[in-house]
């Protein structure tokens, strides 16, 4: 698993990288749009983590880079180990530095070993494991909802501003997804306010039936559609022809007659 940045760093002649799931990190669909077949590419680590449990063959998960990857994956806590390369004798000039290793102590190493391509450079490669055990999954990170609040924020960060019939404007990107993963028997729900569950329920239901008479909700002082429904609504739009509370073919009727 990497970033954009270091996909692109390596050279083309071993893209992919042979003999293993290439999974490629990114915020910019645009910027991956050109990416071979064979290679899967998402937004976030949460979503790639979550489908990448479900490919069988997958044994062991390696994050590769870069910086914002690394930030992420070792503060993750299904990050177990950490192999991390000490290189001395040269001082390159750095705008990117792998984070502090707060929380983990040093497992192995391999003492200096001179460079065999560079024999004033010496490599000491060390294996971290952290120092306490980590709550699992469920306690510490709900993935389900991390997706949601990631899209959210790059929503805000990222999006377009477009115009709406209410005067007050939205932010939106287009072509993004969120996947959840049914098992253990859940479904996340995702909402952004308190909502009257009463009302989500019978709205559902109502949907599900096919209905599109507003009266059927507002007898059950359920008043969601009310507006859309009333004569004054039907008739500046054109809708004179409708009774007042029939809504037409509103999302229960296109799900219940799907390509009429």
């Known amino acids: 698993v990497m970033g954009r940045k270091t996909w692109e760093s390596i050279p083309k002649k071993y893209r992919p990288l042979k003999d293993r799931l290439n999974v490629v990190i990114s915020r910019t669909p645009t910027a991956i749009s050109d990416l071979p077949a064979s290679v899967l590419a998402f937004d976030c680590l949460e979503q790639a983590l979550q489908i990448v449990d479900n490919i069988p063959v997958i044994q062991d998960v390696y994050i590769v880079g870069g910086g914002q990857i690394y ?127 009463r009302g989500v329920a019978e709205e559902m239901l109502w949907f599900m039936k096919g209905c599109t008479d507003a009266r059927v909700l507002s007898a059950k002082k359920i008043h969601i559609w009310d507006d859309n429904a009333s004569r004054k609504f039907l008739d500046e739009n054109g809708l004179s022809h409708r009774e007042e509370g029939d809504l037409g073919p509103v999302y229960g009727f296109q799900w219940r007659h799907f390509g009429a």
């Open 71 to 197: 930030n992420e994956a070792i503060v993750h806590p299904r990050c177990t180990r950490i192999f991390l390369t000490h290189v001395r004798g040269i001082s390159p000039e750095c705008d990117t530095f792998f984070p502090e290793l707060k929380g983990w102590k040093l497992d192995k190493e391999s003492g200096n070993v001179p460079d065999p391509e560079a024999p004033e450079v010496e490599l000491n490669f060390c294996e971290y494991v952290r120092e306490s055990p980590v709550l699992n999954d469920d306690t510490l990170v709900n993935a389900e909802e991390k997706q949601y609040l990631d899209l959210v924020d790059r929503i805000i960060t990222s999006g377009t501003q477009r115009g709406d019939r209410t005067g007050t404007g939205t932010l939106s990107i287009f072509g993004t997804q969120m996947r959840f993963s049914p098992r253990d028997d859940t479904l996340p729900l995702l909402t952004t306010k308190k909502v009257f569950w």
